[in-house]
């Protein structure tokens, strides 16, 4: 299982899709905190909010301009990021015939799965994982506010 785990990761880091998935993810964590920094730079009469009560007005800019509000954006584009790179790391073993080798070896199929689950839950968690730290590390670089 150890020798499954170990190929299956090292042929994870090592494929184009999940390199292209991780760039994507982390772009994109890098774009909407700076979109919304720019946007509020160019629409600030937007958010003064003239006829309200200090306390509401602090709430609201307190709501917008914290950092730690970014980092969960990231969940919504791995929904659509992370399913293509598991079906094609998943694939990629059926189409190559690779599935029919490990079995030729003495590997049981109940192992094979679940090195091949183990492999993309974690790939998945690194995709997430790396998008919000790059978020929170842009938000905190654009909203300095605590």
Same mark, same amino acid.
């Given at each position: ?20 998935? =991780? ?37 609201? #800019? ?8 970014? =980092? ?6 791995? =929904? ?7 079906? #094609? ?38 995709? #997430? ?7 929170? #590390? ?9």
């Amino acid at each position: 299982m150890i020798r499954l785990l170990r190929a299956n990761f090292s042929r994870m880091f090592r494929s184009w899709y999940f390199r292209l998935g =991780m760039l994507i993810s982390i772009g994109l964590n890098i774009y909407v905190p700076v979109v919304n920094y720019i946007n509020m730079q160019t629409h600030s009469d937007w958010y003064n909010l003239e006829d309200s009560d200090p306390e509401a007005q602090m709430e609201f #800019l307190r709501s917008i301009n914290c950092h730690e509000s970014y =980092m969960f954006i990231g969940g919504m584009f791995c =929904m659509f990021i992370v399913p293509v790179i598991i079906a #094609l790391f998943i694939g990629t073993d059926y189409s190559d015939g690779t599935i029919r080798n490990k079995l030729m070896v003495g590997h049981r199929r109940c192992d094979i799965y679940l090195a091949n689950l183990i492999t993309a839950v974690s790939s998945a968690e690194l995709v #997430l994982l790396s998008g919000m730290a790059v978020s929170y #590390l842009t938000g905190l670089i654009f909203f300095k506010y605590t």
